[in-house]
Nanobody
Framework: QVQLVESGGGLVQPGGSLRLSCAAS????????MGWYRQAPGKQRELVAAITSVGSTNYPGSVKGRFTISRDNARGTVYLQMNSLKPEDTAVYYCNAAIRTTRWGSPYDYWGQGTQVTVSS
């Protein structure tokens, strides 16, 4: 059984900052790529940031320069530092990780439960 537990969402004013955390737990052999997605009401879920097991990162243009993804492999945790937040960043943010539960098995995508981020004055 593998779980991803997110924390750090909340209400913030435009221009403010938030830091999201996501910790993986359970029967884990290894964690490959990790990432953050978001879904606003009436919109499709979209990638916000991704990081490989060796630290290579990827961001869409909408958040590049404002958001930073990082990970602590020893703790099985991924972080998302969000700065200069805008009202259009308001969404439910989901953590995602490709996790191998056995030494010879294929990685499987796991998702967190989601955490609400609201940017409003």
């Amino acid at each position: 059984q593998v779980q991803l537990v997110e924390s750090g969402g909340g209400l913030v004013q435009p221009g403010g900052s938030l830091r999201l955390s996501c910790a993986a737990s359970g029967s884990i052999e290894s964690i490959n790529d990790m990432g953050w997605y978001r879904q606003a009401p009436g919109k499709q879920r979209e990638l916000v940031a991704a990081i490989t097991s060796v630290g290579s990162t990827n961001y869409p243009g909408s958040v590049k320069g404002r958001f930073t993804i990082s990970r602590d492999n020893a703790r099985g945790t991924v972080y998302l530092q969000m700065n200069s937040l805008k009202p259009e960043d308001t969404a439910v943010y989901y953590c995602n990780a490709a996790i191998r539960t056995t030494r010879w098995g294929s990685p499987y995508d796991y998702w967190g439960q989601g955490t609400q981020v609201t940017v409003s004055s």
